[in-house]
T-cell receptor
Framework: DAKTTQPTSMDCAEGRAANLPCNHS???????VYWYRQIHSQGPQYIIH???NNETNEMASLIITEDRKSSTLILPHATLRDTAVYYC?????????FGQGTRLTINP | EAGVTQSPTHLIKTRGQQATLRCSPI?????VYWYQQALGLGLQFLLW???????NRGNFPPRFSGRQFPNYSSELNVNALELEDSALYLC??????????????FGEGSRLTVL
C-alpha cells in the first residue's frame, strides 16, 4: 500500500472551510484514496473515498489531482465538532493502513 | 440498526495472562477487522476475517490470534500478555467488497490495560 504524508496539525476557524492536504506520490493505478477521522476516544469514522474523480457527500469533498499524487479533503463549513484526527489512506486491498493523520482543531 | 459492538469496554489483566475481546459486526457484514491503537500512536492493523477465514494479518506476533464465527462475530485473543499490549483494540466491519464502498464501520473499542 502506498504511503501518505499529512501535516501533523492544522487549525481552522469555525464556519470556515477546512482544507486538509495529503501527499501520496507512490500511489498505484488501482489504489483508492480514503479519508477517515477519529474524534477523541471514539472509533474512526469514514468520511469519503475516491479513485480518480473528485467526490462530494454530505460530510465533505475530496479533490484528487490529475496525476493522483495528492489530494485535499474539504470540510466546507467547519464546526467545533469537526475537531478530530483526520487520516488519509491509500489502499487497494481490504486492509486500511492508518498513518499518524492530521490533528485538526476548529477554533471558535 | 445496531452498529459494531465490542465487549468488554474495559479489561484489566496482568502480565502473562490471556485476554479475549469480542466483536459483533453490523448485520449483513461479513468482514471483520481488528486494529490496535496504543496510547498516542496510530491504528495498527492486526487481522482481517471474511467468511470465517483469516484473510490478512498485520505485523504482530503469533500470540495475537482470533477467529470468526458462522454468525460473523469475531474474537481476538492475546496470549502471554505484555505491558506494551496495553491499548485500545478496535473492531470494524464491512460488506464483502469493501473496496467498492470504501467504508469500514468501527466500534468504540475495548481498552485493555496490562499491569
Amino acid at each position: 500500500d502506498a504511503k501518505t504524508t499529512q501535516p501533523t496539525s492544522m487549525d481552522c476557524a469555525e464556519g470556515r472551510a477546512a482544507n486538509l492536504p495529503c501527499n501520496h506520490s507512490t500511489i498505484s493505478g488501482n489504489e483508492y484514496v480514503y479519508w477517515y477521522r477519529q474524534i477523541h476516544s471514539q472509533g474512526p469514522q469514514y468520511i469519503i473515498h475516491g479513485l480518480k474523480n473528485n467526490e462530494t457527500n454530505e460530510m465533505a469533498s475530496l479533490i484528487i489531482t490529475e496525476d493522483r499524487k495528492s489530494s485535499t479533503l474539504i470540510l466546507p463549513h467547519a464546526t467545533l465538532r469537526d475537531t478530530a484526527v483526520y487520516y488519509c489512506i491509500v489502499s487497494r486491498a481490504q486492509k486500511l493502513v492508518f498513518g499518524q493523520g492530521t490533528r485538526l482543531t476548529i477554533n471558535p | 440498526e445496531a452498529g459494531v459492538t465490542q465487549s468488554p469496554t474495559h479489561l484489566i489483566k496482568t502480565r502473562g495472562q490471556q485476554a479475549t475481546l469480542r466483536c459483533s459486526p453490523i448485520s449483513g457484514h461479513t468482514s471483520v477487522y481488528w486494529y490496535q491503537q496504543a496510547l498516542g500512536l496510530g491504528l495498527q492493523f492486526l487481522l482481517w476475517y471474511d467468511e470465517g477465514e483469516e484473510r490478512n494479518r498485520g505485523n504482530f506476533p503469533p500470540r495475537f490470534s482470533g477467529r470468526q464465527f458462522p454468525n460473523y462475530s469475531s474474537e481476538l485473543n492475546v496470549n502471554a500478555l505484555e505491558l506494551e499490549d496495553s491499548a485500545l483494540y478496535l473492531c470494524a466491519s464491512s460488506l464483502a467488497l469493501m473496496a467498492n464502498t470504501g467504508e469500514l464501520f468501527f466500534g468504540e473499542g475495548s481498552r485493555l490495560t496490562v499491569l
